[in-house]
């Protein structure tokens, strides 16, 4: 008796697994013969039978089964198993008494390569595996090349740009980029970023610039010779002066020269530029329909490139785009960015090189966006834990050579055109006033205390110097102004969750919070809008240029105030790549000033907020 069995294997449906049990009883005991039990595993395509009617040999059936010989047959199976393998390819079935014949190959079950089955080669098919092959050779080179085309290409070595920074009633800042021998347009080419790294990394050479000159707008006024702009490969040809003798509230004009001249343009800047000189705070007979008002914008933490596109610019901003029109719809009189304007550890850190750090910023700047940008409005900054390294605290410690490279770099680009902190060694925290209000910017990485020491009174994030000056200008502003703004680089608020928002932000710092907070009340990629011991309203909104988490980390049960309840939450969008947003000081009303407060998610108007100052207390309307 012979019986066939054929089932595709549940493992692999590619294979097929054949069962033979030949027994034969006529001329030779099955008991005797080498092929009387065996089992093949095999592909059906391996399988070849020369009988034209795919018939199984068949052979005289015995009349009588032994019980016996069938439990000694099937305990010989896996025996047989292990050496049938090892045989040739193809073993002969052949009937002695002439019957008719089937040819079985017999071969090994290959084993999945792992090599193959990662480049795709999983078929028996050449052009299936060609074409995955393809498709994945790719999703590779798309991968390389987000990941390191910035990095080796688009150094943007030849930048150039000028804008203007803070502004006083009197005066305003001025920085300028300004390369020597400089083309007259942005070069994407390896041959000149080549080049380019070799004059970076060798002596300094000698300095370029330009001359500024301006005139007030109303009435227009006679061209006046301002200060010479001269740049040098010391702070990567950048450098900041300051225009004096203005008029408060005033609209100015400027232009840059050539270095040694008067009247003929820049090359690299063929056209004019504008900015307003911030209001005379001591008048109170001002016009009622702008007593006091003003408008600005705030943001934090932008990927040029981000969302990755091979067919765009690699350092194209959506979101400068979207807050540039935004700009100039609402004529906003400045824009607060609040940290992470690089990251200089992404994709990964390279090391604490100044060059490292300058081409960031260089790439930052680039893009078409963000120069729109500056040349829309004046913009006012503050570094956070990315433009030195994640979650960064510095402990005082101005020798550490990450921070050292890491702060020249955010000076000469940032951090000199900003308001100047107290006298002597350069800080970059700060304070201004602006009409009726008055803004403290607050530095949350140079002080700050290691985020996993114990939560006491010697754990700081401020250090002792800061929030020193920090209670003395509450105390000062108290009593003269409407609002105080304080800007802080990391939330304030409680609400947070998840690692960084326990330890990264103020939620970690609980002591010192208190402690400001008991004055104060007389990387995340949200909005969040909250009212801390009721008569605190923060505002956190990021990023303007970035990812998104789709998992929430803010809520109203995360709350570690000193008092249950001292945060509440107002409102919360996690969503949305492009945040920025807007407020409206409103004084035109006597008596009764108030804010309007705007948030904008990926262009659009999302939620706005009134905040309504009424002798001590605060009205809130929101919708």
């Known amino acids: 008796m012979v019986r066939i069995c054929n089932k595709f294997s549940e493992k692999n449906p590619g294979v097929v697994s054949v069962i033979c049990q030949v027994i034969r009883l006529n001329d030779v005991s099955a008991q005797h013969h080498p092929l009387h039990s065996h089992r093949i595993s095999t592909t059906a395509d391996n399988i ?5 009617d795919h018939q199984p040999v068949i052979y005289p059936d015995q009349e009588k089964e032994d019980d016996e010989e069938e439990e000694e047959d099937d305990d010989d199976d896996d025996d047989d198993d292990d050496q049938t393998q090892s045989n040739e390819n193809q073993s002969l079935l052949k009937n002695q008494k002439g019957s008719r014949l089937v040819q079985v190959k017999i071969q090994k079950s290959s ?41 080796i290409f688009y150094g943007q070595e030849d930048l150039s740009f000028s804008r203007i920074g803070a502004v006083g009633e009197s005066w305003a ?27 970076e990394g060798s002596h300094p050479v000698g300095p370029a610039g330009a001359r500024v000159i301006f005139r007030p707008l109303q009435p227009i006024g006679n061209w006046i010779t301002g200060p010479e702009l001269v740049t040098s490969n010391s702070t990567d040809w950048n450098t900041v002066a300051k225009l004096e003798n203005l008029w408060p509230g005033t609209t100015y004009e400027y232009r840059l020269t050539k270095l040694n001249s008067t009247n003929v343009h820049h090359p690299l800047f063929p056209t004019v530029g504008h900015f307003k000189t911030a209001p005379d705070s001591s008048l109170t007979s001002l016009d009622q329909t702008d007593r006091g008002s003003f408008s600005f914008a705030y943001t934090s933490c932008v990927k040029p490139g981000f969302p990755y596109n091979p067919f765009k610019d690699p350092l194209h901003n959506e979101g ?4 540039t029109e935004l700009s100039i719809e609402k004529k906003l009189d400045f824009v607060l960015f609040l940290g992470d304007f690089i990251y200089s550890d992404s994709p990964f850190y390279p090391g604490n090189s100044i060059k490292h750090y300058h081409r960031k910023y260089r790439q930052s700047f680039s893009g ?7 040349q829309s409005t004046r913009l006012l900054h503050i570094y956070d834990d990315h433009e030195i390294l994640n979650d960064w605290a510095g402990q005082g410690d101005d020798e550490n050579k990450i921070f050292k490279s890491a702060n020249q770099a955010y000076r000469n680009y940032l951090g000199d ?22 803004f403290f910017v607050l530095d949350c990485r140079r002080y700050r205390s290691k985020n996993d020491a114990k939560d006491d009174e010697m754990k700081t994030m401020l250090g002792e110097n800061q929030k020193r000056i920090f209670l003395d200008w509450l105390e000062a502003v108290n009593s003269t102004v409407t609002f105080k703004f304080v800007v802080s680089s990391t939330p304030f608020m409680t609400l947070w969750s998840g690692l960084d928002g326990a330890i990264d932000t103020w939620s970690g710092f609980l002591t010192e919070r208190n402690e400001l907070l008991d004055v104060m009340q007389h ?13 605190i309203i923060e505002f956190s909104t990021s990023p303007l240029n970035q990812f998104w988490l789709p998992i929430e980390t ?25 945040k920025f947003s807007t407020l409206k000081v409103d004084s035109s009303e006597t008596g009764r000033p108030k804010i309007k407060f705007e948030v904008y998610v990926d262009g659009k108007l999302n939620w706005k907020l009134s905040c309504i100052h009424i002798l001590s207390t605060n009205n809130i309307k929101h919708h």
């Open 173 to 199: 800042k001025i920085h300028v980029r300004i390369p020597q021998n400089t083309p007259n347009s942005l070069s994407h080419n390896l041959n000149h970023h080549l080049s380019n790294q070799q004059v």
């Open 320 to 323: 400068a785009e979207e807050l």
């Open 554 to 578: 803010l809520s109203q049960d995360n709350g570690l105030g000193s008092v249950e309840g001292e945060d509440k939450l107002i409102k919360y969008i996690p969503r949305g790549n492009r």
């Open 48 to 52: 070849q039978r020369f009988d034209p």
């Open 368 to 374: 078409r966006g963000w120069r729109k940008l500056i």
């Open 111 to 151: 084993k999945l390569d792992p090599l193959k089955a990662l480049l795709g080669f999983i078929t028996n098919s050449k052009l299936l595996n060609s074409l995955n092959f393809s498709i994945n050779l790719i999703i590779s080179l798309l991968c390389l090349d987000a990941t390191f085309r910035t990095l």
């Open 417 to 438: 055109s900003n308001y100047d902190g107290p006298p002597g060694k350069k800080e970059n925290y700060y304070w201004f006033r602006y009409g009726d209000s008055a």
């Open 523 to 535: 990387d995340r990629h949200e909005f969040a809008a909250a009212s801390i011991r009721e008569t």
